[in-house]
């Protein structure tokens, strides 16, 4: 008999359900939210399934790669447009999604994300940290802009050094403030330097 099956998956657990082609449930349980363990549940309890379902989401690309590397026939269904059919159900929990997705994929009712692969999701990784990286940054730099005494502007100096120009701006005696400024300067050079962040952006670019 077909089998189809509904992963509902988080950080630690993965909610596994299995029905039949008649729509009723062969079994229902959890796994360890590793592709290990999710294979071995699948293997073990749904040996005829022809569609596996799971939410796209955080650990969707990983699972996808690993389970469909085992020759499983996984589909990664985009999570609203699954979200929006679950919300359909009577007496909606948690615990009924896996069940859910797993009548989804036997009704076709679904819309199928298309999942990139490893190296681009690596790229794309890469390209957000360093984003994230700039805007922390530039979050920590204005903090230290405010805390300047009223009327100092920073202006770029060739050769000079935010932290050198914020030093020379700063009063000798500004006593609690003039610490702030310190502290917040080392954040500021402990983030990444911004030869780091260009390597980081060369080997992205490289990398695509």
């Not at 679950?86 to 009704?107: E, F, H, S, W």
Request: charged content about 20%.
């Amino acid at each position: 008999m077909e089998q189809f099956v509904g992963l509902d998956v988080s950080q630690d657990i993965t909610h596994v359900c299995v029905i039949g082609s008649d729509g009723k449930i062969v079994w229902q349980g959890t796994c360890l939210s590793t592709p290990e363990g999710i294979s071995a549940a699948i293997k073990a309890k749904a040996p005829n399934a022809i569609r596996i379902g799971l939410e796209s989401g955080p650990l969707s690309t990983w699972h996808w790669h690993a389970l469909k590397g085992e020759g499983l026939p996984i589909v990664c269904l985009d999570a609203r447009h699954a979200k929006a059919a679950l919300n359909m159900q009577m007496n909606k929990t948690d615990k009924n999604d896996a069940p859910g997705l797993a009548q989804i994929v036997k009704a076709g009712w679904y819309r199928e994300v298309g999942v990139k692969s490893l190296d681009s999701h690596t790229v794309r990784s890469m390209l957000g940290a360093r984003a994230q990286l700039v805007a922390m940054r530039v979050e920590v730099s204005n903090q230290i802009r405010g805390m300047l005494t009223f009327g100092v502007v920073l202006r770029r100096r060739d050769g000079l050094w935010f932290e050198t120009l914020v030093g020379e701006a700063s009063a000798p005696d500004a006593g609690r403030v003039g610490q702030t400024i310190q502290a917040l300067l080392t954040i500021y050079s402990g983030f990444i330097c911004t030869e780091r962040l260009r390597e980081l952006e060369r080997a992205a670019i490289q990398d695509q």
